[in-house]
């Protein structure tokens, strides 16, 4: 960590702007995590500052990991402004009214269904604290009840939402550089934003996002790569991009891209043809094999789409296999996700297929999803992207949900739970995509990865593993830093992909004439 502090200072002067020209906000509310999440916002946060002329300011919490080193870090690429956001927390009076405010919201909820719609000030915030509480319960995947653990979550979503107006009031921020637009803690200081009319720019570990006020007030993963990916296209040649997506796909079923739930996927694993999976899983019958594909259940079932059929993946696959185990004349199997462990979910999965009666399977643990496009008859996930890849060979995908690849005619869209299991029960019978649907599928997924390869940044799969751990190795920043100081070799970040890139966005933004509340604090 130090040498890297030692040779990133060499490349920023200390960020300052013209008196009234306003700040950029940079979330540091993760920041000690890793460089996965302090060097990508460092180096967007002087991007926008650089071609907006506002002057960066960290917001971060006094309980952030790591806080103090993450300071120092911050410093190194010449930010020095920083803002405890309990410093503009409500006061005692204030937090009585929000409590009676919540206890009134909570009071009137029936079902977990109906605080997913919850809203304070204009800013929507249920679907936030349904996907909080699982996240923050491990082996809870669902909200059966409410009770008082959902009210402590409703009250500090009035309190964040005041806390953020306060902040955004006082403060002059015209720009927001955050890490997620998930959970409570990070994606209501997002929605607060953009409902006074800040932009915000969204880093994650693949991808930049520029949300705008005119996109609404709670922009969704999914929704805003769809159109992206539908800007890109039209100005895609198709044919090259066939040729793109043939070869991307081949290095992705070999395991080879640098992409961390990629090379847990299928890096190691092995590609069974149909004959070897029967027998592996004592399938003693003749009935086409359909795959089932898990998700992470505590990984923002509502925060990235809108649509999910169901409100979190429990309850979509619980309830998918209830209705596939009475649907006679198909072999399901269910594909646990790749990076369960991590999560702490292993065996979760299979737990929920024991439960679930006869004629149900999961996949061998040395499964390449490699072996998919060869045996399966079709698949079925919520929002995962093996509704894309396998799309790609012809393989069907029925959604229980939206994900940004919905929409371009080659998945099965039902529009309520009834539609759905009615497009389950037609499985025995269904058909391979046309070869027109498989061109458009491998054309959105060319779009898809370019994306990725054009924003991606010095942080690679390497770096992501030490930050997070895994397979029985604790995650450490100090091992990340190594990593990232050893690859970039004394490296100037200013020429890094994900500084000129932004950089980039920032001019398109200036240019297309949309950025009156930053420039004149409107």
Not at 272 to 297: G, K, Q, V
Request: proline share 5%.
């Amino acid at each position: 960590m130090r040498e890297f502090i030692a040779n990133n200072r060499r490349f920023w002067p200390a960020a300052t702007a013209a008196a009234g020209r306003g700040r950029v906000l940079v979330e540091g509310l993760l920041a000690g995590a890793g460089p996965n999440y302090l060097v990508r916002t460092g180096l967007i946060a002087r991007a926008v500052a650089a071609e907006l002329s506002l002057e960066p300011a960290v917001v971060f919490s006094e309980t952030s990991l790591y806080w103090q080193s993450a300071i120092e870090l911050y410093r190194s690429f010449g930010i020095d402004n920083f803002i405890n956001e309990r410093s503009c927390a409500p006061s005692v009076s204030e937090r009585l009214q929000e409590a009676r405010e919540a206890s009134r919201a909570f009071r009137g909820l029936k079902s977990p269904d109906d605080l997913l719609s919850l809203s304070y000030k204009g800013v929507r915030y249920g679907d936030l604290a349904y996907d909080t509480i699982i996240h923050d319960a491990p082996g809870t995947p669902t909200i059966d009840n409410l009770s008082l653990r959902e009210f402590f979550y409703v009250l500090q979503a009035h309190d964040l939402i005041n806390t953020y107006d306060a902040l955004l009031g006082r403060h002059d921020v015209r720009f927001y550089v955050a890490t997620h637009s998930q959970y409570l803690t990070w994606g209501l200081l997002v929605r607060c934003c953009l409902a006074r009319g800040i932009p915000v720019v969204e880093t994650t570990d693949l991808q930049l996002w520029l949300y705008e006020p005119a996109d609404g007030r709670s922009p969704k993963f999914h929704d805003c790569l769809r159109r992206r990916l539908q800007l890109l296209m039209a100005q895609s040649n198709p044919e090259e991009a066939i040729g793109e997506a043939d070869r991307l796909l081949a290095a992705r079923f070999a395991g080879a891209v640098d992409q961390s739930d990629v090379k847990l996927a299928y890096a190691a694993k092995r590609t069974y043809d149909e004959s070897e999976l029967r027998t592996a899983l004592a399938i003693d019958n003749d009935w086409p094999i359909a795959f089932i594909f898990a998700h992470i259940f505590s990984d923002a079932p509502q925060g990235l789409s809108d649509g999910m059929l169901f409100r979190d993946y429990y309850s979509w696959l619980d309830q998918t296999l209830r209705a596939v185990a009475a649907i006679p004349g198909v072999n399901w199997v269910v594909k646990p996700h790749p990076a369960n462990t991590i999560y702490k979910e292993e065996g979760l999965v299979d737990r929920i297929v024991e439960q679930r009666g006869r004629g149900l399977f999961v996949c061998p643990a040395d499964f390449s999803p490699a072996s998919v496009p060869g045996i399966a008859r079709a698949i079925v996930t919520a929002q995962g992207t093996a509704g894309l890849e396998f799309g790609c060979f012809g393989v069907p995908a029925i959604l229980a949900g939206r994900p940004f690849y919905a929409g371009f005619g080659f998945t099965i869209e039902p529009r309520s739970v009834e539609e759905y299991v009615a497009t389950l029960r037609r499985v025995p019978e269904s058909s391979g995509l046309s070869r027109a649907q498989q061109v458009t599928a491998k054309q959105v997924f060319a779009a898809f990865m370019r994306l990725q390869q054009a924003d991606t940044t010095v942080i690679d799969a390497d770096i992501l593993h030490a930050v997070w751990g895994g397979n029985g190795v604790p995650g450490s920043p100090e091992r990340a830093y190594e990593l990232l100081s050893a690859k970039l070799g004394g490296a100037d970040l200013r020429e890094s992909q994900l500084y000129l890139r932004t950089r980039e966005l920032m001019r398109d933004f200036r240019r297309e004439s949309r950025h009156a509340a930053v420039t004149s604090g409107a």
